[in-house]
């Protein structure tokens, strides 16, 4: 899992596509040590894997009011490669789910807030999907 992300930020250096910057050790918000992180106040996600920050940060939007991504400590429980949202009849590509009633890393606007959903641009969606594992852990500030 994570050797595939080091592949893929070395091919991307190699042909000129940017990796986002990693954060430095203070800007780091979470706890946690594997899995993801999201600080819903700055709009903002890591990877991170064996205590150090592998991926981010990377902007995101996240549930507008009404419709707030929760906070806490939640497993990753499923992925779904191209997934659809039944209620908001729209597209959930790269989903990586985290609680049980739905809430997902997925591919989705970076200027319209979700529904409670955390959206990410193309390229962060697919790393995200490809280095979570099921029961990792993602950790949500505010």
């Given at each position: ?127 995200f999907y490809d ?8 950790q949500v500030v505010?």
């Open positions: 899992m994570r050797i595939l992300g080091t592949v893929v930020a070395a091919l991307a250096l190699a042909t000129g596509f940017a990796i986002p910057a990693q954060a430095a050790a203070s800007d780091y918000p979470c706890t946690i040590a594997e899995g993801a992180c999201l600080r819903l106040s700055t709009n903002e996600a890591w990877l991170v894997f064996n205590g150090s920050v592998s991926y981010g940060p990377v902007p995101v939007t996240h549930g507008r009011p009404g419709y707030e991504t929760p906070t806490g400590t939640f497993p990753v429980l499923r992925k779904v490669r191209n997934d659809w949202s039944i209620p908001y009849n729209a597209p959930m590509p790269y989903s990586t789910y985290f609680t049980s009633d739905g809430i997902a890393f997925h591919e989705g606007s970076l200027t319209d807030p979700s529904h409670g959903c955390v959206h990410l641009s193309n390229e962060a969606a697919i790393v280095n979570l594992l099921v029961g990792e852990q993602v505010p």
